[in-house]
């Protein structure tokens, strides 16, 4: 199992930045993925999640119109851009996942290592 986040970095409220998930084809060609991140002091809370074929997609309401969550499985990669950030999208956020094609914001099996995000205000 092998999930790698990247992409993370310091920018100021309003800014964009593309996360990207290196997943194995082991891993993930045929499962959905999802984002997820955790501030400090905080829990960790669901992101967005896509399925096996990109087809479905699932956000947070919190970054709904926001974040925009994509793969690419010829690469074994999965994206998450996230313009208009806010200061409280301050986190560190992981990538994982699921054992099933398509799902929501439980029941994520395989995590990797997050990146850190800070937005300045």
């Known amino acids: 199992v092998q999930l790698q986040a990247s992409g993370g970095g310091l920018v100021q409220a309003g800014d964009s930045l593309r996360l990207s998930c290196a997943c194995s084809?082991?891993?993930?060609?045929?499962?959905?993925v999802g984002w997820f991140r955790q501030a400090p002091g905080k829990e960790r809370e669901f992101v967005a999640t896509i399925s096996w074929n990109g087809g479905i997609t699932y956000y947070a309401d919190s970054v709904k119109g926001r974040f925009t969550i994509s793969r690419d499985n010829a690469k074994g990669t999965v994206y998450l851009q996230m313009n208009s950030l806010k200061f409280e999208d301050t986190a560190v956020y992981y990538c994982?996942?699921?054992?099933?094609?398509?799902?929501?914001?439980?029941?994520?099996?395989?995590w990797g290592q997050g990146t850190q995000v800070t937005v300045s205000s």
């Open positions: 084809r082991r891993t993930c060609s045929n499962n959905a």
């Open positions: 994982s996942a699921h054992p099933r094609s398509v799902a929501h914001s439980d029941g994520y099996r395989y």
